[in-house]
C-alpha cells in the first residue's frame, strides 16, 4: 500500500516520484542476516556445495514469501564453538566476520565438531560467543540452532553439546530449536551421505524447508 506522500508525489511528478518509491520499498524490505555455521552450512563432498546449499534456498524461499534478506554467512567445516574447523576458526571467529552492527538477525548452526570438548570449557566458549554476537549486534534477534544427528541414538556427547547450547541460548535471550528433538533426519537415509554424517543435496534443500521457516519467524510472520 502506498502512502499519502508517495500517491501525492505520483500525481503531481509521475516519472521521479516513481523511481524513489522502487528505493524506498527495497530498502525497507531488506534484512540482514549473519550465519555462522559448520560443513552443514559450507556444504561437502557429500552435497549442498553453492546453490545446492540449504542457505542459497532458504533465501530464495523467505524472498517467495515477500521476505527479502541481505545474509553474510560464515562457516567452516569442522568448526565448532570450541574445535577448530579446517581454516582455523571457531565459532567465536566466524562471528567476528560475519555479524555486524545493523543485523536483524544472527543465527547459529551446530556443532557436532565439539564432541571431545570438555563440558565447562565448552559452555563458556558457548557463552562468549553468544555474548559476543549480542555486543556488536546489539539490537538483532538470535535464533541458535543445535547440532543435526542422523539417527535416532545420538551419543551422549551430542545430547551434552545441545544441552549446554539449549542453557546459553536461554542465557542470551535466543530462540533455540533442538534438530535432535525434532527427529530432523531420522528415518530419512537419502538424506545423508555416504559418510554417514554430511547432508547430500536433498539434505539441504530438507534443512532449507526446515531453517526457512525459523528464520522468517523472527523476521515477520512466515
Do not use: I, Q
Given at each position: 500500500m502506498l502512502s499519502a506522500a508517495m500517491l501525492f508525489g505520483a500525481l503531481s511528478s509521475p516519472a521521479p516520484v516513481v523511481t524513489h518509491r522502487e528505493v524506498r520499498v527495497l530498502d525497507y524490505a531488506v534484512n540482514r542476516i549473519a550465519v555462522i555455521g559448520d560443513s552443514y552450512t559450507t556444504g561437502s563432498d557429500q552435497g549442498g556445495n553453492g546453490p545446492q546449499g540449504w542457505a542459497p534456498q532458504a533465501w530464495q524461499a523467505l524472498s517467495d514469501h515477500g521476505i527479502a534478506v541481505t545474509p553474510t554467512v560464515a562457516a567452516e567445516g569442522g568448526a565448532g564453538y570450541c574445535t577448530r574447523g579446517n581454516r582455523?576458526?571457531?565459532?567465536?571467529?566466524?562471528?567476528?566476520?560475519?555479524?555486524?552492527?545493523?543485523?536483524?538477525?544472527?543465527?547459529?548452526?551446530?556443532?557436532?565438531?565439539?564432541?571431545?570438548?570438555?563440558?565447562?570449557?565448552?559452555?563458556i566458549a558457548m557463552y562468549g560467543t553468544l555474548k559476543l554476537a549480542r555486543q556488536i549486534a546489539r539490537s538483532a534477534k538470535m535464533l541458535v540452532i543445535g547440532p543435526p544427528w542422523p539417527t535416532a541414538d545420538p551419543p551422549p556427547e551430542v545430547l551434552r553439546i545441545r544441552d549446554v547450547l539449549s542453557y546459553q541460548a536461554e542465557l542470551a535471550g535466543a530462540a533455540f530449536v533442538d534438530p535432535i528433538a525434532a527427529r530432523w533426519f531420522v528415518g530419512r537415509p537419502e538424506l545423508i551421505g555416504q559418510d554417514g554424517v554430511h547432508p547430500t543435496d536433498a539434505g539441504h534443500t530438507y534443512m532449507a524447508e526446515k531453517i526457512a521457516p525459523l528464520i522468517g519467524t523472527q523476521l515477520a510472520p512466515y
Open positions: 582455523g576458526s571457531v565459532f567465536e571467529d566466524l562471528t567476528v566476520r560475519a555479524v555486524k552492527p545493523n543485523d536483524a538477525l544472527v543465527v547459529f548452526f551446530g556443532s557436532r565438531n565439539d564432541m571431545k570438548v570438555e563440558p565447562t570449557r565448552l559452555s
